[in-house]
């Protein structure tokens, strides 16, 4: 691996601003839901900047695109990289697609330079990753690591009872390989941050341990609705009086928990919501996190039992639904030193960081070793169309992507 | 005073009964909006039977009305009891039928046993006291005590652009009488609880010792919105976090201002209101109420601090609305003493209350002695069709409004 080889950071802008046109927004953004007409334009665009800078182009039936370059020995799986490029429904230009125009980047670099690795490299673009059109999102890396059967993506429906399996075929991305028929030797993901904390250190890498795994629950607390007025505050069954120390407790879980943890509270409905009346009922969602799944399992515990006595102490039923259960992903120890080797080589300011929103790197991450690469998003805004990235940063990340993936293949 | 003489429980229940049949719910309520052709037709109803009990009906500018029984000395300002008819939209049979009625019945029974007071005794029905139809509530009191100008009641507009003016003169009760240009020697109100003090403590009357004042206030937390996962404990602006222990103080005064004070926040908005985002602002309502103005108002400046300290304590913003402030009400005290003596002398079981609602009691005690005396109503409901009392609580009621009406006009 030689410093002297770097990627074109205006070719990358260039190409991601020129991606970013095909639906795209007033404020500067993108709307491309999976598999719709303005997914397909954007597609044929990369595909055929795939085929220029000599790739091969293959689908599977998932609708998943592979590029393949070759190496010298094409006995050995593939070191691979990618991400998705359809968007939300306000979507930014950085989410996804850097990670794919990134990897693009990086092949266009070694036909530049006529370079062969060792391993063949492939770049991936993963079907419908925002699961806005058809659920449930990561769809298409889903599948191809066995995590999601194939008949049940492709008979998810949308909103017109379209189903994923129809668009694909109609959008002449319906292959022959059964998705997950196909190697990967290792995989190695670039993303915009979509959070505030690169920005806030002033790093410009974040080198990603890992995803958080979340518990989600609703909570429900049943008291006696009464008039405010004549009803003395010590016969009261006030719902939300009672709640907030339930509240405190689970937020304080998030800081209790090592630096990965998160505690959060986003909806809260406080009924029947009249100012003269005591409220009898208060329903609010719970949102936990860590990249440590027995960690998480210990704040989802101490979460139910504070539930529990609170509903001892005060009389009220806490009534806790476990809505979903997601497993932290840990990436591969290897991979996360070769990123971070990768940064020290170029000098780049960096610090290790773990990601809060899920990746297809997530789903990789279980049929092959690997770790992402971040860069700071302005102001930690993403899934909006004023999604923002400098330059500078998103040429860094496609320099330590270009290192490792040298690396990888040697 | 004789405990010989006592009011006809049944009379009065049939009357209730049949007033309640106007604009009769199903669920056995009533509506009857104020200065309807509905509250006309139990105007009527009402008028009626005054005559009948001998009373000379006069009405005012305001359309409030007046059953005058004549005393020996006839130059005495009139001992006087009333409450109102108007119900809400879906309103219960009790809820100020039950003051106008127990009046009625008194004065039958002082007609049936053919007793002459020295000073006389006037039944009132004060217009629009529910203020649903018209804005704003106990308008007929109000203005009789010249706390509302005449002009600004009868200007009022319901939702369709009618003037209350209009429809005192459409339902034929605009009198000539301009509204407090009466004289009031002393007031007394039965009303059922409209709270469950007394049904818990298994008493039969309360005497009401005087109106719970109010600080209306709104308050807004601004933080800042932020995905759930990416976002850190310790670098989240997280308004709900940062309100909680505003809320939890605030509820605190309520338990910590005397047994009237009270403290409810009824509407609670967590902003935008999704599961995976940080909430960026929390809207709260806050009632405060206290039978002390001083108190009341230690309670509001205590709330105001707190949000106050909050915003220093945590950078935040934590605005401040006043909305509105209702001053307490302290009954006159020689009232008091006399609703508590028929109690005793009646042995009926009893207690000191407060009044959490607002009565045109209130009003009236601007201009005259007054006090009111609750029953029990059943689970404390009220302002709903499934409202609800004891016909022996409602007779017991009644016996001490004949018994503090003939003591005061004695």
Redesign the interface.
Known sequence: MSNTLSIDGARLWNSLMELGEIGGTEKGGSRRLALTELDHQGRELVCGWMRDAGLTISFDRMGNIFGRRPGRDNSLAPVMTGSHIDTQPSGGKFDGCYGVLAGLEVMRVLKDHAIVTTAPLELAIWTNEEGVRFVPTMMGSGVFSKSIPLDHALAATDANGLTVGDEVKARGFFGDEEPGQHPVGSYYEVHI?????LE?NENTIGVVTGV?G?R?MNITVTGQE??????????RK?A??HS??L??EI?AL??SHG?S????????A?LP???????GLVKF?V?L?NLDRTVLEEMANKAKMAAAAAQERTGLTFEVDDLQTITPTVFHYANVEMVDAACKSRGYSHQRIV???GHDACFISRIAPTSMIFVPCKD?I??NEIEDAAPTDLEAGANVLLDVLLRASA
């Open positions: 941050e979509q959070g505030p904390v806030a958080l979340q989600l009464a008039h405010a007025g004549p009803t003395p505050m010590a016969i006030d939300l009086q907030l120390p509240m405190t937020l998030g800081r630096d943890g998160r505690a959060t509270i986003g909806q809260v406080v919501g009249a100012r003269n009346t005591i409220p969602s949102d996190r990601s809060g929103a930690g993403s899934h």
